[in-house]
Nanobody, 126 residues
Framework: QVQLVESGGRLVQAGDSLRLSCVAS????????MGWFRQAPGKEREFVAD????????YYANSVKGRFTISIDNAKNTVMLQMNSLKPEDTAVYYC???????????????????WGQGTQVTVSS
């Protein structure tokens, strides 16, 4: 089992930056990759970014490419999401996820992930 705890979400203004963190505990050595998803009210959960633990390959949704950066600190079992130039449409609950059996570095489906955090709210005001 792997437990994930997100932090860093809060209310910000459009154009601001914010960094989310996700700390993993438990059988973290079994994790292949980590990802961030988000879910806005009334919408489905959508992929934001992922990173492979060994090698550090990353992949981003088009909507955040160039603004968001995912990184990982394997020693601390922590994955971060640096979000710059935030827009009101970035408002959502952001979820951290861990993939145990993924392949490649394009893990964009919720079914690619085995463990999920509880989420952290990011609200961007205009």
């Amino acid at each position: 089992q792997v437990q994930l705890v997100e932090s860093g979400g809060r209310l910000v203004q459009a154009g601001d930056s914010l960094r989310l963190s996700c700390v993993a505990s438990g059988r973290t050595f079994e994790m292949y990759a980590m990802g961030w998803f988000r879910q806005a009210p009334g919408k489905e959960r959508e992929f934001v970014a992922d990173i492979v633990r060994r090698g550090g390959s990353t992949y981003y949704a088009n909507s955040v490419k160039g603004r968001f950066t995912i990184s990982i600190d394997n020693a601390k079992n922590t994955v971060m999401l640096q979000m710059n130039s935030l827009k009101p449409e970035d408002t959502a609950v952001y979820y951290c996820a861990a993939s145990q059996y993924g392949l490649g570095h394009v893990l964009v489906d919720v079914n690619d992930y085995d463990y999920w955090g509880q989420g952290t709210q990011v609200t961007v005001s205009s």
